[in-house]
Nanobody, 122 residues
Framework: VQLAESGGGSVQAGGSLKLSCVVS????????MAWYRQFPGLPREGVAT???????RYVELVKGRFTISYDNAKNTLYLQMNSLRPDDSATYYC?????????????????WGKGSLVTISS
């Protein structure tokens, strides 16, 4: 399984960005896909997860501002980020659990993309 993010960049506070992650080599009918982010010097933290039934989970800080989605036809995971704040600046990672065995921010992902840098200026 390979994950390839795109869509990072720099925007001003209050703006929006949409991250994409193309998933290749995934053969299971069920899935748990996730977005994580990492601030400099800190461990990665979960942002949002989605399963094959469309069930989603979000970390409290992004609820109402970020939306995770998965396009099965395109095998692509998305993270729509609105009302961005300077403290959202981080490297964002696409992640998956392979094979899938539950889904949520407390579950451990074991396949990772290379990351996409998001910078929000005030």
């Amino acid at each position: 399984v390979q994950l390839a993010e795109s869509g990072g960049g720099s925007v001003q506070a209050g703006g929006s960005l949409k991250l994409s992650c193309v998933v290749s080599g995934y053969t299971y009918s069920t899935y748990c896909m996730a977005w994580y982010r990492q601030f400099p010097g800190l461990p990665r933290e979960g942002v949002a997860t989605i399963d094959e039934l469309g069930g989603t989970r979000y970390v409290e800080l992004v609820k109402g501002r970020f939306t995770i989605s998965y396009d099965n036809a395109k095998n692509t995971l998305y993270l729509q980020m609105n009302s961005l704040r300077p403290d959202d600046s981080a490297t964002y990672y696409c992640a998956s659990m392979v094979p899938p065995n539950g889904c949520g921010l407390d579950y451990e992902m074991n396949v990772w993309g290379k990351g996409s840098l998001v910078t929000i200026s005030s």
